[in-house]
């Protein structure tokens, strides 16, 4: 079956960077998107970005343009997100998540397949 594997998830000060990473396997379509969403105490899991693995085209939400990029490594079939400047805000758990669509899309409900989880953990 689909398995997405978070891993790189940390307790940073205000400030630093972390990356985050995504393996994947057991996808039978060739070229899925993958996204990175995340999820804070009593808050909805939120798109942050997604990258469609067919032609490494990326995208990003308005609130964290700039300061978060995702790429991918085709052989390892592992996708990343580079968080820079963490801050406290932008504590949650982070997942990754895919679908059977080379199109990105901005909606949870479009992601059939999703990882366990990695925290992130920013303090002030």
């Known amino acids: 079956e689909v398995q997405l594997v978070e891993s790189g998830g940390n307790l940073v000060q205000a400030g630093e960077s972390l990356r985050l990473s995504c393996a994947a396997s057991?996808?039978?379509?060739?070229?899925?998107?993958i996204g990175w969403f995340r999820q804070a105490p009593g808050k909805e899991r939120e798109l942050l970005s997604c990258i469609s693995t067919s032609d490494g085209s990326t995208y990003y939400v308005d609130s964290v343009k700039g300061r978060l990029t995702i790429s991918m490594d085709n052989a390892k079939k592992t996708v990343y997100l580079k968080m820079n400047s963490l801050k406290p805000e932008d504590t949650a758990v982070y997942y990754c998540?895919?679908?059977?669509?080379?199109?990105?899309?901005?909606?949870?409900?479009?992601?059939?397949?999703w990882g366990q989880g990695t925290q992130v953990t920013v303090s002030s």
């Open positions: 998540a895919g679908r059977s669509r080379e199109v990105c899309s901005w909606y949870v409900e479009a992601y059939e397949y």
């Open positions: 057991g996808f039978t379509f060739d070229d899925p998107a």
